[in-house]
T-cell receptor, first 113, second 111 residues
Framework: GAVVSQHPSWVICKSGTSVKIECRSL??????MFWYRQFPKQSLMLMAT?????????EQGVEKDKFLINHASLTLSTLTVTSAHPEDSSFYIC?????????FGPGTRLTVT | GQQVMQIPQYQHVQEGEDFTTYCNSS?????IQWYKQRPGGHPVFLIQ?????EVKKQKRLTFQFGEAKKNSSLHITATQTTDVGTYFC???????????FGGGTRVLVKP
């Protein structure tokens, strides 16, 4: 149980375009989902906390207009990277909380050319 | 803001030997969690510690939560090549739900 999926697993896009990443909790309902970014050989940095039916809470330094988060249902949250630039290339990982534990998705590797 | 530090950053271990990675938080935590991330993979939940002084074991892995709930350790005995990966600790502050990750300890095992 407690499986989280992400789609796509990897994406290559051109600079200036937007990319949407989906995060789904497959066998449980998650009122809270989290979005992280991980650069190569670095730790996970929390970008935002997403609560179903309400606006996401962004961490300091994360542009909310660039990283649009929607949490429309208890099993789905989406992250849209708008007007992507090469510096946005990273590994984006979501997690969904169940009680006090977080279950991580497999991640989405974004490369912006 | 809350900071979680992990040492060492890298750990080269001879197969069969033991090692320990340490995690220290700048603030008191309500709980601490440990994750393992294999190269190219995503973090996988290992364990959660909640009580002051708590010790939990998973086969060759021993996890400990400090008395002050500000530090933790992971000890692996008889290291195997399957232990390769990065081990992250992540803490949650009291009355919070956000995980703050440590920098991780990257473990390489020499056969």
């Amino acid at each position: 149980g407690a499986v989280v999926s992400q789609h796509p697993s990897w994406v290559i896009c051109k600079s200036g375009t937007s990319v949407k990443i989906e995060c789904r909790s497959l066998d449980f309902q998650a009122t809270t989902m989290f979005w992280y970014r991980q650069f190569p050989k670095q730790s996970l940095m929390l970008m935002a906390t997403s609560n179903e039916g309400s606006k996401a809470t962004y961490e300091q330094g994360v542009e909310k207009d660039k990283f649009l988060i929607n949490h429309a249902s208890l099993t789905l949250s989406t992250l849209t990277v708008t007007s992507a630039h090469p510096e946005d290339s990273s590994f984006y990982i979501c997690s969904a909380s169940l009680a006090t534990e977080q279950y991580f998705g497999p991640g989405t590797r974004l490369t912006v050319t | 803001g809350q900071q979680v530090m992990q040492i060492p950053q890298y750990q080269h271990v001879q197969e069969g030997e033991d090692f320990t990675t340490y995690c220290n938080s700048s603030t008191t935590l309500s709980n601490i969690q440990w994750y393992k991330q294999r190269p190219g993979g995503h973090p996988v939940f290992l364990i959660q510690l909640v009580k002051s002084g708590e010790v939990k074991k998973q086969k060759r892995l021993t996890f400990q939560f400090g008395e002050a709930k500000k530090n933790s350790s992971l000890h692996i005995t008889a290291t195997q090549t399957t232990d390769v990966g990065t081990y992250f600790c992540a803490g949650i502050k009291a009355a919070g739900n956000k995980l703050t990750f440590g920098g991780g300890t990257r473990v390489l095992v020499k056969p």
